[in-house]
């Protein structure tokens, strides 16, 4: 639900969005990132290891998992099962919102218009995600939703780095966003999950 949402995503100014397929990186980096700050996981079901993954991030104190690019039902229950805290979406299509009445886990759609946006509202959904957020027009977008739109917060993601991250949180519809940047791949395939934690620990630092 609603409360249950916020409270997760207000731990931290940023959630890192993982795409990891190597299990035995996947407690690393939980423990970096959540050292450095950041403990909201979002761990995409995009490779075929993702569930072994969260299981594993699971096991590192303090770190709260949910999975992310969650499309159908069955994502939601598979995600559910495993203790996710969350789940997000890039869409928000009526059937996936349909099954995550049922579901036990509180989940995170995503939208890209003020349509969108309140088809999900219609669910009773007040916090959304904004995707994909810098293609769409990144922060003056979510500005210009404010006024119509004044019940709804936003987690935006897609294309947000360290460099743009202020632009939206420091919008009154932002909880907090977010982003892969605090992984760079070749620190991920380097093992050099002390750049990880430094990045983390900067992007935590981030005001809202
Ligand atoms: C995603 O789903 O890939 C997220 O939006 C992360 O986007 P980013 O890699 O551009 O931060």
């Known amino acids: ?26 407690r690393p ?26 299981e594993e991030m699971k096991k590192v104190d303090g770190a709260i998992v949910g999975s ?19 789940v997000v979406s890039p869409g928000a299509p ?3 919102l349909e099954a995550a009445e049922h579901a036990s886990v509180p989940l995170l759609p995503g939208i890209g218009t003020p349509t969108e946006a309140m088809q999900a509202a ?10 994909p957020a810098e293609a769409l027009g990144g922060a003056p977008v979510l500005k210009a939703f404010a006024s119509p739109l004044p019940d709804i ?4 993601t897609g294309g947000i780095s360290a460099a743009n991250a202020e632009a939206y949180l420091s919008l009154k519809n932002v909880i907090c966003v977010g982003g892969s940047w605090v992984m760079p791949a070749d620190a991920i395939a380097a093992g050099d999950f002390d750049q990880v934690r430094a990045l983390a620990s900067e992007a935590a630092k981030l005001k809202r």
């Open 122 to 131: 219609e669910f009773g959904y007040s916090f959304l995600k904004f995707f």
């Open 153 to 156: 917060t936003f987690c935006p």
């Open 29 to 54: 980096l939980a423990e970096a990132l959540v050292a450095g700050g950041l403990p909201v996981l979002e761990v995409t079901l995009r490779t075929p290891n993702a569930f072994a993954v969260i």
């Open 1 to 26: 639900d609603a409360e249950a949402i916020r409270s997760i995503l207000s731990r931290a100014p940023v959630v890192p969005v993982i795409v990891l397929d190597e299990v035995e990186k996947a």
């Open 94 to 96: 009526p059937r996936l």
């Open 68 to 86: 992310g690019t969650a499309r159908t039902g069955e994502h939601l229950k598979r995600s559910a099962d495993l203790g996710c805290e969350f």
